[in-house]
């Protein structure tokens, strides 16, 4: 499978894996899987939790270096349960000696009663809009191919001529714009980011509300960027009490137990 198809690690308890890369997916998931035996097993195995009711996960992973996430650094606690390995040379089907299959290793070892092997090799990154003549892609260089007619054909060909790649170059230090051209942005979802909770965005919103640098307003066209003339008004900051506290009403008086003992006595 790939890594795309990944959901948790509790769908793969007690298994042999082998995950295929050591980027950022790879490392997640050899993080994930390996985490499941702290505890309860030591990393050869043994189990030192009796109670325990769940076998020993099994985890390779096949790396050509160290790992490229910024951790699996070899101080966590998990990464003791991580069996690093070379490189997959080839596979061997199944038979009847080996009904899983061989998992033959650039190093002419071998990996056999494999149950699942995870390819964590990357996504396909594709701008078809970004046409490599045209600049500034020409210039930046952002992705290393090319969309060729091949590609296309039967079918959105005005794709042809888009850059296309595995991994992506030339943006600035938050891997967020092109490097020297704040004009052209690819956002997306950070690392380590810690999404909030409904309950906490709204006092956060209601904060951001009344500060003047949450209030811009970008000027595309001239470029300028003005900020409110004055702050808020009493009036202004209790009309927002009342919406704060409306926001915070319970849609339905079973959420409030205290309002439905009154409403039932």
């Not at 594709?126 to 046409?131: D, G, I, M, Q, T």
């Not at 490599?132 to 079918?155: F, Q, T, Y």
């Not at 999404?195 to 300028?224: I, N």
Request: charged share 25%.
């Amino acid at each position: 499978m790939h890594s795309r198809e990944y959901r948790r690690p509790g769908d793969h308890v007690g298994k042999k894996i082998v995950v295929v890369g050591a980027g950022n997916s790879g490392a997640d998931i050899v993080r994930h899987l390996s985490s499941l035996n702290l505890g309860h097993y030591t990393y050869q195995g043994e189990k030192t939790d009796d109670e325990v009711d769940r076998p020993y996960t099994t985890v390779y992973q096949c790396v050509t270096g160290a790992s490229r996430a910024g951790y699996n650094s070899g101080t966590e606690p998990w990464t003791p349960y991580i069996r690093s390995v070379p490189t997959i040379d080839h596979i061997e089907g199944p038979s009847d000696g080996t009904p899983a299959g061989i998992i033959h290793l650039q190093d002419d070892s071998k990996l056999e009663d494999i149950d699942l092997i995870i390819f964590a090799t990357g996504y396909n990154n594709s701008l078809p809009f970004a046409k490599a003549a045209d600049e500034p892609w020409a210039s930046a260089n952002v992705l290393d191919e090319v969309i060729s007619e091949d590609e296309r054909v039967g079918g959105d060909e005005w794709e042809i001529g888009g850059v296309k790649g595995l991994h992506m170059v030339g943006l600035d230090e938050l891997l967020l714009f092109l490097k020297d051209d704040r004009s052209i942005a690819f956002p997306g979802l950070r690392r380590f980011l810690k999404p909030k909770s409904r309950a906490d965005q709204k006092p956060t919103r209601s904060s951001l509300s009344h500060s003047p640098k949450s209030r811009l307003e970008s000027h595309h066209s001239s470029g300028q960027v003005y900020y409110p003339t004055s702050p808020p008004t009493q009036s202004s900051l209790a009309t927002h009490q009342q919406l704060f506290q409306l926001l915070h009403r319970p849609r339905h008086p079973m959420l409030n137990p205290s309002q439905h003992q009154s409403q039932r006595g």
